[in-house]
């Protein structure tokens, strides 16, 4: 059974940071992409940023040069360091990742959610 648990989602005021992180446990053989995705209340989610396996990263055009994304691969990790927050910024951010496993020697990808961190930007 493979699960993604996020932490660090709060309340920051603008201009101020947080770091989320998700990790990844169960029956993992490897992991091909990590992400991270927000759904703000009456918006669809959206991705944040992407990180694969080969280190190439991808983000959304409104977080680019203030998130990063990285991950530690031993640990089945992924974070997302935001700084420079925005009251837009404001949302459930979501871990994802594709995940590869096997099962009484049959092998699968699957993706997987995390249940979600509330991040609230707000003075």
């Known amino acids: 059974q493979v699960q993604l648990v996020e932490s660090g989602g709060g309340l920051v005021q603008p201009g101020g940071s947080l770091r989320l992180s998700c990790a990844a446990t169960?029956?993992?053989?490897?992991?091909?992409?990590m992400g991270w995705y927000r759904q703000a209340p009456g918006k669809e989610r959206e991705l944040v940023a992407g990180?694969?396996?080969?280190?190439?990263?991808n983000y959304a055009d409104s977080v680019k040069g203030r998130f990063t994304i990285s991950r530690d691969n031993a640990k089945n990790m992924v974070y997302l360091q935001m700084n420079s927050l925005k009251p837009e910024d404001t949302a459930v951010y979501y871990c994802?990742?594709?995940?590869?496993?096997?099962?009484?020697?049959?092998?699968?990808?699957?993706?997987?959610w995390g249940q979600g961190t509330q991040v609230t930007v707000s003075s």
């Open positions: 169960g029956s993992i053989f490897s992991i091909n992409v």
């Open positions: 990180l694969m396996n080969g280190g190439s990263t």
């Open positions: 994802t990742a594709n995940i590869r496993g096997a099962t009484n020697g049959v092998s699968w990808i699957r993706n997987y």
